[in-house]
């Protein structure tokens, strides 16, 4: 069967290798991978099946991971992973949504299998689709073994990019400044807000003339009048107004990496109170922007962005950004580094940060950010668009 790999096998080998020197470290003989981004950067496995229950099992001592999940989806992993077919494992239909069997229930007797069931194995315990019935079941079935929480060890590993996936990001800056310009040209008073979006969709997905864009980890975010004092809403089937405020959080996508972008567009002329935080944001935005290189860290440069917004009187009491790149729904950070308060995480070069610095109040809210790549001497931004308030 041809694969459709998108990086080359020694990529995944070194990946691989990368876990297993953090395994070591931490004493973990099997590492059972259930985050679907984790899945994907050890083996390239891509599909819309993490609704059910899917893993690998990263063994210190064997050469490939093993492959688990739903028997329909065996030829996906066949197609997109570079894994032999001997470490494909999918599990029959009666597994699925079973009151009496589970899939990790599969996942103990392979490991009993290959004499791993008395060693120490790890599981992504605050992973998205890892269940407490997941953790339970693996209990029941390898009484014998040591259990630890492996959370976020592949997402340490892969925090920094190489440069095929910095690549990748690349042109998915691409595909969000053409979604982006967009969502401008497409937002107008008396224009219903869904049409907008769908309009949005259109250009994310059909990405450019040189290659296309995917499904982003999260939807357009497109919140407009009072719901822009709140981040995660989006839009509603209502009309534009003269006046409203709208929130524009986008990402574009290109081979499951990441770029996301927000802007804040006015529609009409803007209130006083929205410019004021606008052009806040937009400052301090810059100056930590600024402040970055290799040897800073994080807690350095929310520093900078709070000693910047300090005079003007807003108050914003939430992380200015986070690590992102490789995902799945719901989420495109990566649960491991944030630019806040007490994250001590050492800047490096090749990590990709999302810096999104935005304030919401009690009747609206500016959202501007940027996404970057950190470099040898400071950042790369990955997209041009222009950081400020866009008044149409």
């Not at 409203?244 to 927000?262: F, K, M, Q, W």
């Not at 009491?317 to 050492?346: F, Q």
């Amino acid at each position: 069967m041809d694969k459709t790999l998108y990086f080359e096998v020694d990529e995944y080998k070194q990946r691989l290798a990368k876990t297993k020197e953090s395994m070591a470290d931490k004493g973990i003989d099997v590492l059972i991978v259930t985050d679907p981004a984790n899945m994907n950067y050890l083996t390239g496995f891509d599909g819309w099946s993490f609704y059910v229950h899917q893993c690998l099992i990263v063994m210190i001592d064997q050469g490939q991971p093993i492959w688990v999940g739903r028997g329909q989806d065996g030829n996906a992993a066949r197609l997109t992973t570079w894994l032999d077919d001997d470490n494909i494992y999918p599990y029959t239909d009666d597994y699925v949504q079973s009151l009496v069997k589970h899939p990790m229930d599969f996942v103990a007797d392979i490991i009993k299998e290959k004499g791993y069931d008395k060693k120490t194995i790890a599981t992504e315990m605050d992973a998205y689709y890892y269940t407490a019935k997941c953790q339970e079941r693996l209990e029941l079935g390898l009484p014998n073994a040591k259990f630890k929480d492996g959370n976020l060890l592949v997402s340490w590993v892969k925090v920094v990019k190489s440069d095929a996936e910095v690549e990748y990001m690349r042109r998915a800056a691409k595909i969000v400044e053409k979604g982006m310009q967009t969502a401008y040209e497409s937002i107008d008073v008396g224009v219903r807000q869904c049409d907008a979006a769908a309009n949005v969709f259109h250009a994310l997905v059909s990405g450019t003339e040189e290659y296309g864009g995917e499904y982003a980890s999260i939807i357009p975010l497109m919140p407009a009048g009072v719901r822009t004092s709140t981040p995660h809403l989006s839009w509603t089937d209502e009309p534009y107004k003269d006046g409203d405020t709208v929130i524009l959080e986008l990402a574009g996508n290109y081979r499951r990496y990441h770029c996301p972008l927000s802007r804040t567009l006015i529609l009409g002329d803007a209130p006083q109170k929205v410019k004021d935080l606008a052009a806040t944001v937009a400052e301090g935005l810059t100056e930590a922007l600024n402040s970055i290189k290799p040897g800073v860290t994080c807690e350095e440069v929310e520093r900078v962005w709070a000693k910047s917004i300090a005079k003007s009187g807003f108050i914003k009491d939430s992380r200015i950004g986070y690590s992102m790149g490789l995902n799945y729904p719901p989420d495109w950070g990566e649960h491991t580094a944030s630019l806040r308060p007490g994250d001590k995480t050492v800047l490096q070069p090749n990590m990709t940060f999302h810096m999104i610095p935005g304030i919401w109040l009690d009747d609206c809210g500016v959202d501007i950010s940027e996404s970057f790549r950190v470099t040898e001497t400071g950042i790369e931004l990955f997209t041009s668009y222009p950081r400020r308030l866009l008044i149409k």
